[in-house]
């Protein structure tokens, strides 16, 4: 896929990223709660594995799109695509607004660079 398209699935799976952020972020609370008070406001342990459940089932989601989940926490997505006749990843880390990094795709995350502004 080129730079386009993998802006186009990284704002379609946007719901999905979103539900990620917000379970695993409760779901770390309530086990810190449990573990350290014995209880949560958000929960016992029947909330947790509610909120491990749904976790795993948007982070299967994102991996059913055919974008590679290279981290949950925090989420670090690569798009397969090609640039300029090599074969690339568009990288996408949580907390950057957009795909603006690449990498060669046999270079992984310490070989990322920006994407140029005519670059697609």
Same mark, same amino acid.
């Given at each position: 896929?080129?730079?386009?398209?993998?802006?186009?699935? /990284?704002?379609?799976?946007?719901?999905? /990223?979103?539900?990620?952020?917000?379970?695993?972020?409760?779901?770390?609370?309530?086990?810190?709660? /449990?573990?350290?008070?014995?209880?949560?406001?958000?929960?016992?342990?029947?909330?947790?594995?509610?909120?491990?459940?749904?976790?795993?089932?948007?982070?299967?989601?994102?991996?059913?799109?055919?974008?590679?989940?290279?981290?949950?926490?925090?989420?670090?997505?690569?798009?397969?695509?090609?640039?300029?006749?090599?074969?690339?990843?568009?990288?996408?880390?949580?907390?950057?607004?957009?795909?603006?990094?690449?990498?060669?795709?046999?270079?992984?995350?310490?070989?990322?660079?920006?994407?140029?502004?005519?670059?697609?």
């Amino acid at each position: 896929m080129d730079l386009a398209e993998a802006r186009e699935r /990284l704002a379609a799976l946007r719901p999905h /990223l979103d539900a990620i952020v917000a379970v695993r972020a409760d779901l770390i609370e309530l086990r810190v709660d /449990l573990e350290t008070l014995g209880n949560s406001p958000l929960g016992g342990l029947a909330d947790a594995k509610a909120h491990e459940a749904r976790l795993y089932a948007e982070l299967e989601a994102v991996g059913a799109s055919g974008v590679e989940l290279k981290g949950w926490a925090p989420l670090l997505l690569d798009f397969p695509g090609e640039r300029d006749g090599v074969a690339v990843l568009w990288c996408w880390l949580e907390g950057e607004a957009d795909i603006t990094w690449y990498h060669r795709a046999d270079c992984g995350f310490a070989g990322r660079r920006p994407v140029d502004a005519d670059a697609g």
